[in-house]
Each structure stands twice: as C-alpha cells, then as structure tokens.
C-alpha cells in the first residue's frame, strides 16, 4: 500500500509530523488524506486517500463542522485482534483535521487485573473473616462448656493464622512487584537453599517427607537473600504439601551456562497440561480445596515468578500427571567483575568461576 506522503503540505508542517511519535492521520477539509505515520500502518484506516471507516469519515466531518475538538473511544481490529483507542479529532482554521489515535487497550487490561486482583482478594479475605466471626458467636454459646470452648478457640487461632499468612503474601507480593531487589550482593546458593530446607523441614517432618538435597555446592548468584529463601521456600512447601505420605522431594543445583538452575521435584499427583500454563497466575488452583487443606495462599508461585523475573531469570515447570512436578528456578551466576581483570594464566587466584563440588545427597 502506497502511503499518502507529505508532498502536499509545507516543509515546516511536514518537518512536525514526522517529529511526531504515534498514531497519526492529517486530513484535507474535503476528506482527502495528506498524511499516515508509520505506526498507523497496521490499523489500515486508510484505502487510496480516503479514509476507509465511514465511522470515522463521519466523527471527523462533525468535528469539521463544529470547529471544535472531539474524542470518542473506538475499537479498531490490528491483525487478529480488536485493541481499544481514544480517538482525538483536531480541527485547524483552514478546514484540515488532525486525527491522533492513543492505544488505551494495555492500561484497560491493566485495569481489569487491578479490579479482578481486589475481587480474588476481598473473596479469599472474607472465608477466615466469616469463620472467625462464626466461631466467635460459638464461643459465646458455649461459654458454660469449657471443651467446646477450647475447640471452637483453637479453630479460632488456626483460622486467625491463615489470614495472617494470606496477608503475608499478600505484602510479599505487593513489594516484590513494586520494589524490584531491596539488596543487590552475591549470595551464596547453598546458604539460601539450607535456610529454605530448614523452614520446610517440620511441615516435611508431619508429612514424613523425605527433602533430599544434591547437586553442585559453591555456587554463587547476585541478588536478594531474602527474596531467593522465599522463592525456595515456596517452591518446598508446594513439593512437600503435594506429596504423598512417605514420599520424597528432591533439590538439585545445577550450574547449566550462565545460570545455575535449581529443580524442586516431587512425586505428588502432578498438574494437568491444560494448568499448567496458568499456575504461576495469582490465586490459580488446581483443586481449592486441597489447596485450603494444605494451608495454601494460592499466591505461592506467583511470589517464586517475581523473584525470578527481579533476578533477570525464570522459573520453568513440568509435571507428569500421577508422577510428580519439577520446579526448575533459573538464576543468571554471579561473575565477579573484579575477576574479568585478572590473568588468565593465574588459575589459582582466580576468583572468576567459584570452586564447585558435586555432593551425595545430603538428607534433611
Ligand atoms: P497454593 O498456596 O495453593 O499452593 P501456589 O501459587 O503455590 O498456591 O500454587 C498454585 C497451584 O498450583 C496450587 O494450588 C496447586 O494446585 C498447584 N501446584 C503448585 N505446586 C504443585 C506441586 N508441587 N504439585 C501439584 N500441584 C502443585
């Protein structure tokens, strides 16, 4: 398609709207098109030198007749999909007309995330706020019968506890996306997967799960402490709360490249292929119920996700259902930049590539 070009307006006019970033569209009083940008391409508003939506023809005739500015919003097809504009309408003494178009679709999208998250959120908020106010009432029925009391309490603290953990990872999640990396040092993979391990290892204890832990040692990677034992964690929990009885959970470290991957495989019921895809969402699950009983948030693999992305990696999953799942995290290593100066020929001193062991499997 031959774009209509500049040629028929002034060197200044022609010098200003190519300067001009987006979607723009200079129309004669008669209708005629002086002028595409180059990103308006892709909506093709225009055949020949007209424009092609009669819509449009009619918006900007108005906006002509008023004299005035207009805007609407309209949704134009772009390839295959239909993506949603602020239309402005600019009308000049001389009868010719402006057309600026701005791309409104990701922040609608935007917007619905926003009100479907507050939704998800008001709903997950209200289940342990209405047991507890329930439970309360049944405390205050049983108040002459001290065993029920002692039971509807101890309910009362352990759905007290769920709602501080949901808000927990709420918090979590609300930083880790706002805030990117608090601390930026190099940490060392094995310290961060011990305290991990350890956080895990009573949950692991009741479910007599098995959490055993391979793979290079020594390894070192750039980021936030703090954020990477909350990748693991998440990723332990997940592994052991989904295994069976008696079953055992395995952490491999492995350096592939420039980054060191580490693996979280259980042998639990695995996650259907269609899930897959949609796991990392916040507030998915496969099966609600099973996710409450384990005392999950739902919001596990959506805290692993931002942590891998502010470490500039990503975190791969694979599941077999009636097999098992594995949880790959990949981290960039840590090269230290003080070793891109040193002599290649000292191997000793180098400090470029860590000293790295392969381990039996060391049992928690
Ligand atoms: P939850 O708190 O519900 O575990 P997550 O975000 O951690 O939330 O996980 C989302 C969903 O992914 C879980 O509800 C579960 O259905 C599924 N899932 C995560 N890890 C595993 C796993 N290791 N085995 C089976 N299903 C899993």
């Known amino acids: 398609m031959r774009l209509p070009t500049l040629a028929a307006v002034s060197a200044e006019l022609n010098q200003l709207l190519t300067a001009l970033p987006g979607i723009i569209v200079l129309v004669e009083e008669n209708g005629t098109v002086l002028y595409v ?40 097809k772009r390839g295959e999909e239909r993506d949603d504009f602020i239309v402005h309408a600019s009308p000049f003494s001389d009868g010719s007309l402006l057309l600026t178009f701005d791309d409104v679709s990701e922040a609608k999208r935007l917007d619905a995330v926003r009100r479907d998250f507050v939704a998800n959120v008001s709903h997950e908020l209200k289940t342990p706020v209405s047991a507890l106010s329930l439970l309360a009432e049944a405390v205050a029925e049983a108040a002459e019968d001290p065993d029920a009391v002692r039971h509807f309490t101890s309910r009362m ?24 990396l608090r601390a930026i040092d190099p940490i060392e993979v094995d310290s961060f997967v011990l305290t991990a391990t350890d956080a895990v290892s009573q949950i692991a204890q009741n479910r007599r799960v098995q959490v055993v832990v391979s793979g290079e040692r020594g390894l070192v990677i750039y980021g936030d402490r703090e954020q990477l034992v909350m990748a693991v964690r998440n990723l332990l929990t997940n592994a052991v709360g989904y295994s069976p009885e008696g079953g055992v959970v395995t952490l491999t470290v492995t350096r592939n490249g420039d980054y060191v991957e580490i693996g979280v495989s259980d042998q639990g019921e695995g996650i259907p292929e269609e899930a897959l895809t949609r796991i990392f969402e916040r507030f998915f699950r496969v099966d609600p119920g099973r996710s409450r009983q384990t005392g999950g948030t739902g919001l596990g693999l959506a805290i692993v996700k931002h942590v891998c992305a502010n470490h500039g990696g990503d975190c791969v999953a694979e599941s077999v259902v009636g097999e098992g799942s594995t949880f790959t995290l990949r981290l960039p290593v840590f090269i230290d930049p003080a070793g891109l100066f040193d002599d290649p020929d000292d191997d000793e001193e180098s400090p470029v590539a860590p000293a790295t062991a392969r381990t039996e499997g060391i049992q928690l």
């Open 157 to 180: 603290k352990a759905e007290a506890q769920r709602l501080a953990v949901l808000v927990g990872d709420l918090l979590d999640l609300s930083l880790l996306s706002h805030e990117g």
């Open 37 to 76: 940008s180059p990103p308006a391409v892709p909506l093709s508003l225009v055949r020949g030198d007209r424009l092609r939506s009669s819509r449009l023809r009619k918006f900007i005739a108005d906006a002509q007749a008023l004299g005035q500015p207009a805007s609407r919003e309209w949704d134009l």
